[in-house]
Structures are given as C-alpha cells and as structure tokens.
C-alpha cells in the first residue's frame, strides 16, 4: 500500500515538575509561521514563574538537547535530532536584570518574595528568526521542548518540560499502513488495518484512493480479476468513490492518543480458484 502525505510544521513547550518554583506561565507555546504577526523576527514571552519562598536559586538551567555552551536554542523537524529554526533565549528578572541563556548554563535568580505578585515573576523571552522566510524555514512541523532545570542538592534534579509546536503551511501525515492477506471469515475473503494515523495541521483531510488494478484482484494466469470492496473508516466506499468529503484528522503526528482511521478490503465471492491475487492502493491525503 503506497501513500503520500505533505510537509508539517510544528513548535511546542510541556512543563513537568514544580518543586519550589511555581510555573504560572503558558502550558504550550504554538506558533503559526503564516501568521501575518509573525515577522522576520518573532518573540515569545509567556513562559513566566515565580518562588513559594524568598530565595536566591544558583544552578537554574534551561536546555532543549544535551549539549553545553552554545547561546542558540533549535525546534527541528519532527522526529529528527537536528536542525530547523534557531532561536535564543533570556531571562528577564526583577532583580538580576537580563541574562542571556546559554545551553545547560547555571545562572542565578533571586527571588525578592512570594509568588504575589506578577513583578516577582522570572519571564523566559524566546526570540525566533526567519520564520517568515521560507528558504530559511521550508513548509513542515517542527518540535522541541525546552527543558527548565533546577539542581537539588543530594536528590535527583527538578525538571520542568515545556512543548513548543511550529507550524509552517497546512502538512499532512498519514502512517501505519500495512500490506492486508484476506482471508476466508464468514463466507467471504477479508482483511482490515484499524490502526492507520492520519495527522492534518489544520484537523481535518480529504482521501483519494487508487487502485493499480482497477479495484480488481488479479494474477498473471487469470484474466479478468476478482473485483473486490475497499470501505474506509465503515462508510467511504473507495472502490465507487474514489475521493472523499472532508474527514476529520488525528492533530498528532504519530496519533499517540485519539483518533485513529482503518480500512477494510472485502471479496463477496468465495468461489476462487486457488493462487495468489494481488493489487496496489495509493492513498493520497490532502489538508482540508
């Protein structure tokens, strides 16, 4: 089974942990490179926390990767470890002032009072670059997690993770597939694959479906072929309609939860001389 599926974007931050530092910040940071407020340069400021306690923190560490010393921070194509648009980052203080950050760098906070106050908020300002600028930053999804950290003396560091998402023009994904081998069930030849991935960028898709053979089961020995039924997700009938309406998309990439496609391919006709029968579907997937 062949398939065909568009670029994606994508950019995303998740926040885990809290010890004595209180996230009161944005949960996700997405970014929509086609946005028309996002320009050559594009800033981020909505990941902000504070301390339970007035104190001065001395090993706070921000990373997306496990490397050290470089001032640049990267969200690459998804599922790959490099690469894709670049940014930096700063910590904005009340009292330390500015810091630029640097990879798996300790820098120093100090924390003049309780989380009362929205001025005792530490703020990590993100500044994204050419996003806007599509030989620099090509149609795809892209993702990384910035990672902020805080030693514990004699315990294990306190991680706080969050999910950043960029998207770059509408993508779309399909994955899962697998060749089917009907079998005899219940008088009639078939097979099915319930667990197919279909991410759209914008959540929903259009199929158009394919057949090598003219929606018949052939082999070289037997001319004509076996016609046979191919249904998509129980009611798209792709033999007779071949294209269908909008559907609606996993928003996932890898649909790691919700909602997942299938395909059933079906032969009424039981009577078949022995031997092996095949043919090729493409199925090509289009944002909607």
């Known amino acids: 089974m062949k398939l065909l599926y568009m670029g994606a974007l994508v950019l995303a931050y998740a926040l885990q942990g809290q010890a004595d530092l209180v996230y009161n910040g944005v949960e996700e940071v997405v970014i929509d490179a086609d946005a028309p407020s996002v320009g050559a340069t ?3 400021d909505g990941i902000t926390f504070c301390s339970d306690t007035q104190q001065t923190i001395y090993s706070l560490r921000f990373t997306d990767r496990d490397i050290s010393g470089t001032d640049t921070f990267s969200v690459p194509p998804y599922s790959a470890l490099s690469g894709g648009p670049l940014y930096t980052a700063t910590l904005k203080t009340k009292k330390n002032g500015n810091i630029n950050l640097t990879q798996n760098t300790a820098a120093s906070v100090t924390f003049v009072s309780k989380c009362k106050s929205n001025q005792q908020n530490a703020t990590v300002e993100l500044t994204f670059r050419d996003l806007n600028d599509r030989t620099k930053t090509p ?22 993770e969050i999910p950043i998402t960029i998207k770059v023009g509408d993508s779309v994904k399909i994955s ?15 097979d099915e ?6 991410f759209s960028s914008t959540g929903s898709y259009t199929l158009e479906a394919q057949s090598s053979n003219n929606w018949e089961l052939v082999q ?3 001319i004509p072929g076996i016609k046979y039924n191919a249904v998509w997700n129980g009611t798209h009938d792709l033999h007779s309609q071949n294209t ?20 059933r391919i079906s032969v009424p006709d039981t009577n078949i001389p022995p031997g092996v029968y095949n043919d090729t579907i493409t199925l090509i997937v289009r944002p909607s």
């Open 139 to 160: 149609p795809g999804y892209y993702a990384s997690v910035l990672r902020i950290i805080k030693a514990v003396p004699g315990g294990p560091d306190k991680v706080k």
């Open 244 to 263: 269908t309406g909008v559907l609606t998309a996993n928003k996932h990439p890898d649909c790691l939860s919700g909602l997942r496609s299938q395909i």
């Open 220 to 222: 070289t020995t037997r």
């Open 176 to 190: 899962g597939l697998e060749d089917l081998l009907l079998a005899n069930n219940n008088g009639e030849w078939s």
């Open 42 to 44: 594009h800033i981020v």
């Open 193 to 198: 694959n319930t667990n197919i991935c279909v």
